[in-house]
């Protein structure tokens, strides 16, 4: 079969799988032929059932994704692929994808539960993404589409300290702007234009912003992101830890 991942990156992602207790690495050939049909359904986005056969038995492939995507293997993976992160700024924002119909039932009620919502936008799922001073993902959080971006930030930035944080002003929060301060951050988030005393900030320095939107290109690429088609929220934050990892390790 013709592989579609580079060699260096099947390197990568390689050396890393035999770092996992108890997954079965001898056959490295079945392996990357496993991980080829990951790609090949996070980069088509087709129905799991409608796989190649030259991949194998689309029913296992399931099942083996969705146990690596239990065992945090995926998410994993986005961490060993994170390398040598660019920590001078950090910058966060957040998009949103619709999510097709086979998205919905779950189980009756888990909406809010499996990251799914009512936004303008229709039925959709919001990514709130951190990105390093290059622009490459550091973390993900999903939530309902009608979440606001804000509701989301001190979560994505727990672990942020003695670095600058780059966010457009829908992040002008005075809890925000002081846990920031707390963990000893230069803060570049524009004011919104009803504060009575508006904070300055380094305008040449907002002008990398464009670093997080161009992540959400990328990202969008693949059409398994650009819309939601997975029941579960676990799955569809597997599918981004990958395409993550694949971001880094390009």
């Given at each position: 079969?013709?592989?579609?991942?580079?060699?260096?990156?099947?390197?990568?992602?390689?050396?890393?799988?035999?770092?996992?207790?108890?997954?079965?690495?001898?056959?490295e050939?079945?392996?990357?032929?496993?991980?080829?049909?990951?790609?090949y359904?996070?980069?088509?986005?087709?129905?799991?059932?409608?796989?190649?056969?030259?991949?194998?038995?689309?029913?296992?492939?399931?099942?083996?994704?969705?146990?690596?995507?239990?065992?945090?293997?995926?998410?994993?993976?986005?961490?060993?692929?994170?390398?040598?992160?660019?920590m001078?700024?950090?910058?966060?924002?957040?998009?949103?994808?619709?999510?097709?119909?086979?998205?919905?039932?779950?189980?009756?009620?888990?909406?809010?539960?499996?990251?799914?919502?009512?936004?303008?936008?229709?039925?959709?799922?919001?990514?709130?993404?951190?990105?390093?001073?290059?622009?490459?993902?550091l973390?993900?959080?999903?939530?309902?589409?009608?979440?606001?971006?804000?509701?989301?930030?001190?979560?994505?930035?727990?672990?942020?300290?003695?670095t600058?944080?780059?966010?457009?002003?829908?992040?002008?929060?005075?809890?925000?702007?002081?846990?920031?301060?707390?963990?000893?951050?230069?803060?570049?988030?524009?004011?919104?234009?009803?504060?009575?005393?508006?904070?300055?900030?380094?305008?040449?320095?907002?002008?990398?912003?464009?670093?997080?939107?161009?992540?959400?290109?990328?990202?969008?690429?693949?059409?398994?992101?650009?819309?939601?088609?997975?029941?579960?929220?676990?799955?569809?934050?597997?599918?981004?830890?990958?395409?993550?990892?694949?971001?880094?390790?390009?």
């Amino acid at each position: 079969m013709d592989y579609c991942i580079e060699p260096h990156v099947w390197e990568s992602i390689c050396r890393y799988l035999k770092t996992v207790p108890s997954l079965h690495t001898k056959d490295e050939n079945r392996l990357r032929q496993f991980i080829e049909a990951i790609w090949y359904i996070t980069r088509g986005g087709c129905q799991w059932r409608l796989l190649p056969a030259v991949y194998g038995d689309w029913r296992a492939i399931h099942r083996r994704f969705k146990r690596w995507a239990e065992r945090g293997i995926w998410r994993d993976l986005l961490r060993h692929a994170q390398a040598e992160p660019d920590m001078q700024a950090v910058m966060i924002d957040a998009t949103i994808v619709r999510a097709h119909a086979c998205a919905a039932g779950y189980t009756k009620e888990c909406h809010d539960q499996e990251a799914l919502g009512r936004s303008k936008g229709g039925f959709t799922t919001k990514i709130h993404a951190l990105v390093d001073g290059l622009g490459n993902p550091l973390e993900f959080i999903l939530t309902p589409g009608q979440r606001h971006d804000i509701t989301q930030a001190v979560k994505l930035t727990e672990n942020i300290s003695h670095t600058t944080v780059i966010a457009d002003k829908g992040y002008d929060s005075n809890y925000f702007v002081d846990h920031l301060k707390v963990n000893s951050c230069t803060i570049v988030i524009p004011p919104r234009c009803n504060r009575k005393q508006p904070r300055d900030y380094d305008k040449e320095l907002y002008r990398e912003r464009h670093l997080v939107e161009c992540f959400f290109g990328k990202i969008k690429h693949y059409r398994r992101i650009f819309s939601r088609f997975d029941k579960t929220a676990l799955v569809y934050a597997a599918f981004l830890s990958f395409v993550g990892a694949l971001i880094w390790l390009r």
